[in-house]
């Protein structure tokens, strides 16, 4: 997005998103790993009402063989080390940086529930190295995502409360209204991320391909180092 952002400021943009493409076999037999496709139609329908909000995008929907003048996937055969910053994947293939620092995700609203520690946090990828018990004694804490990921992490925080959001785009909108947000590699993380909100990502060592860029915003290995950081931005300290 924030390259798509940054070539709309001199050409106009659509996005055309690929349904069904398979995934390779060594993805396909990762553990875990429930899926066949990068995205389905109905994860796409998902992402196309926040995608939709985007004012630098004139249209975005499913592929149908459209004339596409740049394909993002290209960054899939490029001789790199794919444990760097993944949007600088398409910066690779176009010669484009885009701006890092500022937000990229636009036009989203504030959403009723507000001012919450608001957590996604992928079973898939965890840092064995972490865990989130000290955040028990916080009463605002909110999980968005998968169900038996909530049940997963409600083990550590028992006053955990759960929210189903109904798209991508009410995700982005709770999201926009916490205090705080938590993550580890997962589209919440994406979303936290583009909205440039208070962040922390828990990393892992064997993939680390998403890094915070700008303010407010810190990764971390250790529980130290989470707890430390989680206090200067909740805390202010």
Same mark, same amino acid.
């Given at each position: 997005?924030?390259l798509?952002?940054?070539?709309?400021?001199i050409?106009?943009?659509?996005?055309?998103?690929?349904?069904?493409?398979?995934? %390779?076999?060594?993805?396909?037999?990762?553990?875990?790993?429930?899926?066949?496709?990068?995205l389905?139609?109905?994860?796409?329908?998902?992402?196309?009402?926040?995608?939709?909000?985007?004012?630098?995008?004139?249209?975005?929907?499913?592929?149908?063989?459209?004339?596409?003048?740049?394909?993002?996937n290209?960054?899939?055969?490029? /001789?790199?080390?794919?444990?760097? +910053?993944?949007? @600088?994947?398409?910066?690779?293939?176009?010669?484009?940086h885009?701006?890092?620092?500022?937000?990229?995700l636009l036009n989203?609203?504030?959403?009723?529930?507000?001012?919450?520690?608001?957590?996604?946090?992928s079973?898939? @990828?965890?840092?064995?190295?972490? +865990?989130?018990?000290?955040?028990?004694?916080?009463?605002?804490?909110?999980?968005?995502?998968?169900?038996?990921e909530?049940? +997963?992490?409600?083990?550590?925080? %028992?006053?955990?409360?759960?929210?189903?959001?109904?798209?991508?785009?009410?995700?982005?909108?709770?999201?926009?209204?916490?205090?705080?947000?938590?993550?580890?590699l997962?589209?919440?993380?994406?979303?936290?991320?583009?909205?440039?909100? /208070? @962040?922390?990502?828990?990393s892992? %060592?064997?993939? %680390?391909?998403?890094?915070?860029?700008?303010?407010?915003?810190?990764?971390f290995?250790?529980?130290?180092?989470?707890?430390?950081n989680?206090?200067?931005?909740?805390?202010n300290?």
């Amino acid at each position: 997005m924030p390259l798509i952002k940054e070539i709309s400021s001199i050409k106009e943009c659509s996005l055309f998103i690929e349904k069904n493409k398979l995934l %390779p076999n060594h993805l396909q037999n990762v553990k875990d790993n429930k899926n066949e496709y990068f995205l389905t139609e109905n994860s796409i329908n998902k992402i196309l009402p926040l995608l939709s909000k985007q004012p630098y995008l004139k249209k975005v929907q499913i592929y149908n063989k459209e004339s596409i003048d740049i394909n993002l996937n290209y960054f899939r055969d490029l /001789p790199i080390n794919f444990n760097i +910053d993944s949007v @600088r994947w398409y910066f690779h293939i176009t010669g484009i940086h885009g701006d890092l620092e500022n937000p990229y995700l636009l036009n989203i609203n504030k959403h009723k529930i507000k001012d919450k520690i608001v957590i996604i946090r992928s079973t898939r @990828r965890k840092n064995y190295l972490i +865990d989130y018990k000290f955040l028990q004694n916080y009463n605002d804490v909110l999980f968005l995502g998968l169900p038996d990921e909530y049940e +997963d992490l409600k083990k550590e925080i %028992p006053n955990l409360q759960f929210y189903n959001c109904k798209d991508f785009l009410e995700m982005a909108e709770v999201i926009n209204s916490s205090k705080i947000f938590i993550g580890n590699l997962s589209f919440g993380y994406t979303i936290a991320e583009g909205l440039k909100k /208070p @962040r922390l990502l828990e990393s892992g %060592p064997d993939f %680390p391909l998403v890094y915070p860029n700008g303010k407010n915003a810190y990764d971390f290995y250790f529980q130290d180092h989470f707890e430390k950081n989680f206090k200067k931005i909740y805390l202010n300290k």
